[in-house]
Each structure stands twice: as C-alpha cells, then as structure tokens.
C-alpha cells in the first residue's frame, strides 16, 4: 500500500491512530474519527492521535513513535488536516505559551500568550510531510 493510501488528506475527519500495547508496540493506521482511535485501546495499552497526516511519517521503517505529552498540563497534538495542526493542554485557567520546531532544536514562538478560558491553538499554513515538534510552557503569575 502506497503512503498516500495511508494518508488522512482528502479525507475530512480522517485521523491517524496509533495504539501501544502493554509491552510498549506500537502500531498506526488510519481511522475514520478521533472518536473511534480513542474508543477502544489495547487491553492494559493505550491510543493515542498521531500529528502525523499519514502513517507512512509516524512509523518510518515500521517504527512508530508517540506525541510529546507533558504531566502538568496534558498536552496533545494532533494534524486536523494536512496543512494544519491542532495543539490542546487540560488547563484552560492557565495561560501558555507555544513554540514549534521541525527540528526540536530551533525553536519559534507560534503562540506568545493564551487567553485564560482557552485550551486549544491551531496552528496553520504548514507544510505536508514535514515533521513538527511543539513546546507548551505555562506563564508564571497569569
């Protein structure tokens, strides 16, 4: 099957999924909605969306790896579509910054500061297949 097959473009509500077992595999496929990625993961495992648009990035030579996820605020990543990716973190009392990075070493500031109330950041016009990294920071006081 042809990564573009495996790909969620020219599918709306199309989401790449990716389920971990218990022993730490991970497998990714394309499924019709987050609703059904999410509605039943391996026993004792977990899924979780892939930010990838096509499982052919999230698991390159049959590797697949996970979205960043951190403790405090429970942040996930996922591609709406091809050109865009949807940032959320649990908090929306807490207002964040956001940068982003193809490179997880430079890093640009796509979110400076939230509003409270508000949890979610789409960030948009970005490039097909490419990969992005996020960083969430809470701001201190706010």
Request: aromatic content about 6%.
């Given at each position: 099957?042809?990564?573009?097959q495996?790909?969620?473009?020219g599918k709306?509500?199309?989401?790449t ?7 730490g595999t991970?497998?990714?496929?394309i499924?019709?909605?987050a609703?059904v990625?999410?509605?039943?993961p391996?026993k ?5 969306l892939?930010?990838?648009s096509s499982?052919c990035?999230a698991?390159p030579?049959?590797?697949c ?15 709406e579509?091809c ?9 929306p009392?807490v207002s964040?910054?956001i ?10 500031t796509?979110l400076?500061?939230s509003r ?6 789409l ?9 992005y990294y996020?960083?969430v ?6």
């Amino acid at each position: 099957m042809s990564c573009a097959q495996r790909s969620v473009c020219g599918k709306p509500d199309y989401v790449t999924c990716c389920r971990t077992t218990p022993e730490g595999t991970t497998t990714c496929a394309i499924r019709r909605s987050a609703r059904v990625c999410l509605a039943h993961p391996p026993k004792g495992g977990h899924s979780y969306l892939s930010p990838f648009s096509s499982v052919c990035d999230a698991c390159p030579a049959g590797v697949c790896t996970s979205t960043t996820t951190s403790t405090t605020l429970r942040v996930s990543v996922m591609a709406e579509d091809c050109r865009s990716i949807l940032v959320t973190w649990s908090n929306p009392e807490v207002s964040v910054t956001i940068g982003r990075s193809t490179n997880n070493a430079t890093w640009t500031t796509v979110l400076s500061a939230s509003r409270v109330g508000e949890a979610t950041f789409l960030d948009t016009d970005l490039q097909p297949l490419t990969a992005y990294y996020y960083r969430v920071t809470p701001l201190s006081g706010r």
